[in-house]
């Protein structure tokens, strides 16, 4: 037909989609992506207490200090909830490290693994899973590690600079997920300007070059654009490797019949001029500081992550200890 849904065209590029009270089952994405935000909303959603339930006992069976106890419950939680999702789609589900351990790459390394075990206890397998990691120089580097040495696949998330996606790409991690949506309210919050067209938008430029220097020397790490604030930036990075999506855009964009021609190609990677460069720690903390956008929406997306972990906890704590369960 000549005037295709926007969505059938978007899901040809494998749509990510957000656990969002499981629209999971309406539009059928391919894979999934949770993170701290999303998992303290759904544990309080009546919904999900027998996950939040199963978590707290396995937090109390394995013992320990009630610190312990918290932290095993609250890695048991989020497996429950990607464990659930994954017997709703075909593909692979996102689980995010801790954002607390953002500058650790050891912390990170060996709770990503942990993450792991607790998959496998539950009977899936690595190749099913993405572990999100904040895209710190530390993040990178264990995402490198990880890749390499244990098999296990990265989603490099909190991505918001070049510096960034170009250290990623020297990483070999699987999957970066630049964010589209959070350096447009940046730009809108801190500028004159108060309205972009999606060509003009500085998320979707962001992404655009990314997109181009990846595809122009021969990177495989997979281009996700997230965190989009309107259909026309989704519409202006047709094309993109993957794209994840909420419910409620979702929703518009199903409604939209409009003819889509993807702005993105690898043909039109491969014609630009951007140059290869290389990134060690040094350039990589040079270069990422050139870009005060980024530096301050990374420093907000780990503090705002972080401080939901610490309302998940608290949440657990009063599940485990509280009087009332009869401490």
């Known amino acids: 037909p000549k005037f295709v849904p926007v969505l059938a065209h978007l899901m040809e590029k494998a749509l990510k989609q957000h656990l969002g009270n499981l629209s999971i089952d309406e539009y059928k994405p391919l894979d999934a992506t ?31 200090s009630e610190e312990e106890q918290i932290k095993n419950a609250s890695d048991k939680l989020f497996v429950l909830f990607g464990a659930e999702i994954l017997k709703r789609i075909p593909g692979r589900v996102s689980t995010e490290v801790d954002a607390r351990l953002s500058f650790d790459k050891e912390g990170m390394i060996q709770r990503a693994r942990r993450l792991i075990d607790l998959y496998k206890e539950v009977g899936v397998g690595k190749d099913r899973i993405l572990i999100k990691l ?12 990880l890749e390499a040495e244990y098999g296990i ?5 909190l991505l918001f600079s070049f510096a960034q996606a170009v250290a990623c790409a020297e990483a070999g991690v699987t999957l970066i997920s630049p964010f589209v949506g959070r350096i447009l309210d940046w730009y809108v919050a801190n500028g004159d300007k108060k309205t972009y067209e999606p060509s003009e938008d500085p ?20 281009v996700m654009g997230a965190s989009f604030r309107n259909t026309g930036q989704i519409k202006a ?35 630009c001029d951007l140059e290869k460069i290389h990134l060690d720690e040094k350039a990589f903390r040079w270069h990422h ?14 503090r705002r992550f972080a401080a939901d972990a610490v309302k998940l906890e608290r949440m657990l704590k009063e599940r485990m200890f509280s009087t009332e369960n009869g401490k």
Request: glycine fraction near 8%; hydrophobic fraction near 35%; aromatic fraction near 8%.
């Open 134 to 145: 904040s895209s710190t120089w530390e993040g990178i580097q264990a995402g490198r590690v």
């Open 153 to 157: 696949h990265c989603n490099m998330t």
């Open 203 to 222: 998320g979707v430029k962001s992404v655009t070059k990314i997109y181009n220097y990846y595809k122009k020397f021969g990177y495989k790490t997979i």
């Open 237 to 271: 990075l047709t094309g993109c490797d993957y794209l994840t999506i909420s419910p409620k855009l979702l929703a518009e964009l199903s409604n939209e019949h409009v003819k889509l021609t993807p702005t993105l190609s690898v043909k039109q990677a491969q014609a």
């Open 34 to 64: 949770t993170n701290p935000s999303l998992i303290l909303a759904a544990a309080q959603m009546p919904a999900y207490q027998k996950l939040v339930d199963d978590a707290v006992a396995y937090g109390k069976k394995l013992g320990g």
């Open 289 to 302: 500081n050139e870009d005060q956008m980024a530096v301050e929406k990374l420093s907000d997306g780990i």
